[in-house]
Structures are given as structure tokens and as C-alpha cells.
């Protein structure tokens, strides 16, 4: 049974510092891409960034220069590192991880990131 468990959100004052974690367990499969998707209330979920099996990255235009996404192949995890946070940054972080030849996509339950201003 695959398992994607993200853990670290909570609540931060503007330009404070998260960092999230997640891991995908139980695969059996070969674990492709990873990535952190978003979505704040009201609005559709969105990718804030992602990492290859071959550390390719790529992040959002809201993401770059403030968010760093890294990866342990061996242990199936990602971080996600959220420098200067900002208010719009709250929403609800999902973890994705695409599994297998078909890379076939399974979620997370979400972490909570609130920003207070």
C-alpha cells in the first residue's frame, strides 16, 4: 500500500521560516517525480515545485529565489525549505509523488502553512 505523509506546517509571522517534509513509503515502485503542490481557499491547487528522480528541478514563479525543494532517492523523501514567507503563501501543501512506468500520482493529506502578516 503506498503512503505520502507530509509533515511540518504550522503558523509563521511574515517572513519567518518553514520547512516541510514528506515521504512516499510502501511504494514497490520506482519513485519518479516529487513534488509540493498548493492550494489556498477559494482557488485551485497549483504546483509550487517539484524535483526529478534525477534532481531536476523546477519550481513556480511565486516559489523561485525564496523555496528550495531537495530530495533523498534512498529514503523517498522531499523537503521543501520556505524562506521570507509571505501571507499569500497560506494554504494547504500536498505532497505528489508519481509512481511506477505510467508514473501513476498519488497525494498526500496536506499540511496546513498559515502566514500571519
Known amino acids: 500500500q503506498v503512503q505520502v505523509v507530509e509533515s511540518g506546517g504550522g503558523l509563521v509571522k511574515a517572513g519567518g521560516s518553514l520547512r516541510l517534509s514528506c515521504v512516499a513509503a510502501?511504494?514497490?515502485?520506482?519513485?519518479?517525480?516529487l513534488g509540493w503542490y498548493r492550494q489556498a481557499p477559494g482557488k485551485e491547487r497549483e504546483l509550487v515545485a517539484s524535483?526529478?528522480?534525477?534532481?531536476?528541478?523546477n519550481y513556480a514563479e511565486a516559489a523561485q529565489g525564496r523555496f528550495t525543494i531537495s530530495r533523498d532517492n534512498a529514503k523517498n523523501t522531499i523537503t521543501l525549505q520556505m524562506n521570507s514567507l509571505k501571507p499569500e503563501d497560506t494554504a494547504v501543501y500536498y505532497c505528489?509523488?508519481?509512481?511506477?512506468?505510467?508514473?501513476?500520482?498519488?497525494w498526500g493529506q496536506g499540511t496546513q502553512v498559515t502566514v500571519s502578516s
Open positions: 505528489k509523488a508519481d509512481l511506477g512506468v505510467y508514473k501513476i500520482s498519488y
Open positions: 510502501g511504494t514497490g515502485f520506482t519513485v519518479n517525480s
Open positions: 524535483i526529478t528522480r534525477g534532481l531536476k528541478t
